[in-house]
């Protein structure tokens, strides 16, 4: 079956510094992988999203970066973090082909709090 | 605007008792709708997808509707139970598969 991780599961960091979070996800080839941000009392935002290896679309401009250095890798990123990088940071799967009607399954998040 | 609007946006009910949240949506082209329920602390799971055609869909003690004419949806949940405590997230697919979220209905069900 397949899995998706996530991890840390929870990170302070202080404004500034960098950020380095990770994605991986088992028992699946090729997946479309999704970088998603929950911020209190709104919706999940779409952060960036990939097809495949090295291939990255981003949804909104921003002070975070993704990559995807491997088929089920998916890496987000930040040179200096900024306060309002604070959130609940989301990664998803979905089987490549599938179709829209088919859901996107999501790992557990990583609480981040910027001091 | 492709907007996703949850209602209520708490609510506390009794073990055993029944309850529906709505969902009212302003996406366009429309593809399909999926509830997604989200333990605290915790990623989404999806309970529900429905396609245009599709006008209910049931997952256990969990029912969703659907009415794409007057694009709006409900999630019954029937007889609940303390592990039903969490945020329910309605989400709505357009056809380019981009995914518009609303900001969720928390449940609280105590004893």
């Known amino acids: 079956s397949q899995t998706i991780h996530q991890w840390p599961a929870t990170l302070v960091q202080p404004v500034g510094s960098p950020l380095s979070l990770e994605c991986t996800v088992e028992?699946?080839?090729?997946?479309?992988l999704y970088w998603y941000r929950q911020a209190a009392g709104r919706g999940l935002q779409l952060l960036f999203y990939s097809v495949g290896i090295g291939q990255i679309s981003s949804e909104v401009p921003q002070n975070l970066s993704a990559s995807r250095p491997q088929d089920r890798q998916f890496i987000l990123s930040s040179k200096k973090l900024l306060l309002s990088d604070s959130g609940f940071y989301l990664c998803a799967w979905k089987g490549l082909g599938q179709n829209s009607n088919q859901p996107q399954h999501f790992g557990d998040g990583t609480r981040l709090s910027i001091l | 605007k492709n907007q996703v609007e949850q209602s209520p946006q708490s609510l506390i009910i009794l073990e055993g008792k029944n309850c529906t949240l709505q969902?009212?949506?302003?996406?366009?082209?429309?593809?399909?709708l999926r509830w997604y329920k989200q333990d605290t602390g915790r990623g989404p799971v999806s309970l529900t997808i429905?396609?245009?055609?599709?006008n209910t869909k049931s997952n256990g003690r969990y029912t969703a509707t659907l009415d794409a004419d007057t694009k709006q949806s409900s999630l019954h949940i029937t007889a609940s139970q303390l592990s039903d405590s969490a945020s329910y997230i309605c989400v709505v697919s357009k056809w380019t598969d981009k995914l518009i979220f609303g900001t969720g209905t928390r449940l609280q069900v105590f004893p």
């Open positions: 028992g699946t080839s090729n997946p479309n």
């Open positions: 429905m396609t245009f055609s599709e």
């Open positions: 969902c009212n949506y302003t996406v366009s082209p429309f593809s399909n």
